[in-house]
């Protein structure tokens, strides 16, 4: 949702806007990746609730993507996918 994702977003709708095509985000719901310790691996210190603010923040995120996609009037297709082995 930040500024880096704005441009890319723009550079997809003027690439799909000049050659007629489609635009296909994915926005990624990340876990913590594991810490070794001398018990063992364990995840960073992330709660339930942690993960649903960063689900909000993805959802967002694409509904903001949706907005500019169909404002532009850029076909698209769009996910949220929540990838605990990320790492």
Known sequence: GGAADAAALDAAVALATAHGAR??????VVHPIPVASEWGLSATAITAADLDAARTQAQATLDAARHA????????ELRLVDAPLAW
């Open 23 to 28: 635009v296909a985000a994915l926005a990624v």
């Open 69 to 76: 996609l169909e404002r532009a009037g850029v076909p698209h």
